[in-house]
């Protein structure tokens, strides 16, 4: 018998329908013939070279983390991720210098190559992520650091090196880390993958397992896609309201945030069938200095290498991994935070974008410094 015919019915995409009761936690040993076969993939960087809205590439990258967010204003107070595990649910981890000493177990639901001693990333867009979560600048003299750059690290493969995956092996991965979770202290999943939203959240089988994420005390981090400027794009995860949701900006390649606009590629709320509001937080995605991952599928592409050690990616993708960095520094400041709480700061402290709808930006850009002060007022209270 085919159970998932019971439940699921195949739509363009992986979009289905779920019965909750079923999907909660059968959890830790789902089988194959459980689950939908379908496919999803990461948000595809976004090729500026090919856009007629591109600003062009600049010889100098300022380090959008440190000087425009201010991070090290938060590392001044000691806090640096230190002791939080993120997990990053993607294409994998190459063991760059920057995060190599800090990737704590790998995870390959892909091709079987489980342990961190097997850490590899083939399509290169899961260790550009893991660097901007928290890779350490130490091929860039301490430079393009991810905001936690302390934390520690898991690389959970589930895409392959052209960028996409099963449904049933994402949702392995979400229900890998909450089985996990207390071993190696996973506080954060982030995922800059998603698929065309076209039922309601409450149906969406993925969105279940993002909500059960969050139950267990894990904030979910996901990427709103890459398909604006039109309305009603926002992805799905990413629909999610369990999850923190992530559109990009642009800085212009300066510090000041007078110039920064919306990216124009980010995609726009509200969620499609259930209009509401998303995304909930944005964060700089417009070519962020992140790890290369050597003879990758992203690394044979034409994208633009900043050193042997680095390259520049745009894409919702990017600013994805920047505010699970932020996340790991809240909760380094305030351990006891749930994700709702984690999720309600930082949107509280977010920097209003002048003339954007909060269908562009949600509460505006991440603010890092604001977020941890706020976690420590709190800490403090109690």
């Known amino acids: 018998m085919n159970i998932i015919n019971n439940i699921y019915n195949k739509v363009k995409n992986y979009i289905g329908y779920s019965n909750s009761n079923i999907i909660k936690d059968k959890s830790q040993n789902i089988s194959d013939s459980f689950l939908p076969t379908n496919t999803i993939s990461y948000y595809k960087p976004i090729e500026l070279t090919n856009q007629k809205n591109k600003l062009p590439h600049n010889l100098f990258r300022i380090d959008v983390i440190k000087d425009v967010l201010k991070t090290d204003e938060v590392w001044k107070m000691g806090i640096t991720g230190k002791g939080v595990t993120v997990a990053v649910i993607d294409t994998g981890i190459y063991p760059h210098p920057d995060v190599k000493d800090r990737i704590i177990e790998f995870v390959d639901f892909v091709n079987n190559k489980n342990g961190v001693e097997n850490a590899y990333d083939d399509n290169g867009h899961g260790t550009h992520c893991a660097g901007l979560v928290g890779g350490n600048g130490s091929k860039a003299n301490g430079n393009y650091k991810g905001p936690a750059f302390e934390a520690n690290l898991i690389g959970i493969k589930v895409l392959d090196k052209q960028g996409s995956g099963s449904l049933s092996n994402i949702i392995r991965g979400i229900y890998w880390c909450i089985k996990n979770k207390d071993k190696y202290n996973i506080k954060v999943i982030s995922m800059s993958l998603g698929a065309t939203s076209a039922i309601k959240e409450q149906d969406d089988i993925i969105a279940k397992a993002v909500e059960d994420a969050e139950k267990a005390g894990i904030t979910v981090v996901i990427a709103a896609g890459n398909s604006g400027p039109l309305k009603e794009t926002i992805g799905t995860p990413g629909i999610s309201e369990h999850a923190i949701t992530v559109g990009a900006y642009d800085d212009k390649n300066t510090i000041t945030l007078n110039d920064d606009t919306p990216a124009f590629f980010t995609s726009k709320g509200p969620t499609p069938v259930d209009k509401k509001d998303k995304p909930d937080i944005s964060s700089p995605g417009v070519e962020v200095v992140s790890l290369r991952s050597p003879n990758s599928t992203i690394d044979k592409e034409p994208v633009i290498h900043?050193?042997?050690?680095?390259?520049?990616?745009?894409?919702?993708?990017?600013?994805?991994?920047?505010?699970?960095?932020?996340?790991?520094?809240?909760?380094?400041?305030?351990?006891?935070?749930?994700?709702?709480?984690?999720?309600?700061?930082?949107?509280?402290?977010?920097?209003?974008?002048?003339?954007?709808?909060?269908?562009?930006?949600?509460?505006?850009?991440?603010?890092?410094?604001?977020?941890?002060?706020?976690?420590?007022?709190?800490?403090?209270?109690?």
Request: net charge positive.
């Open 306 to 382: 900043y050193g042997d050690y680095y390259t520049l990616l745009s894409g919702t993708s990017m600013a994805t991994p920047i505010v699970a960095g932020v996340v790991a520094l809240i909760l380094q400041a305030n351990p006891n935070l749930t994700p709702a709480q984690i999720k309600q700061i930082i949107k509280e402290t977010a920097t209003p974008v002048k003339d954007a709808s909060k269908y562009s930006v949600g509460a505006g850009l991440i603010n890092p410094v604001e977020a941890v002060k706020k976690a420590l007022e709190l800490k403090n209270k109690t």
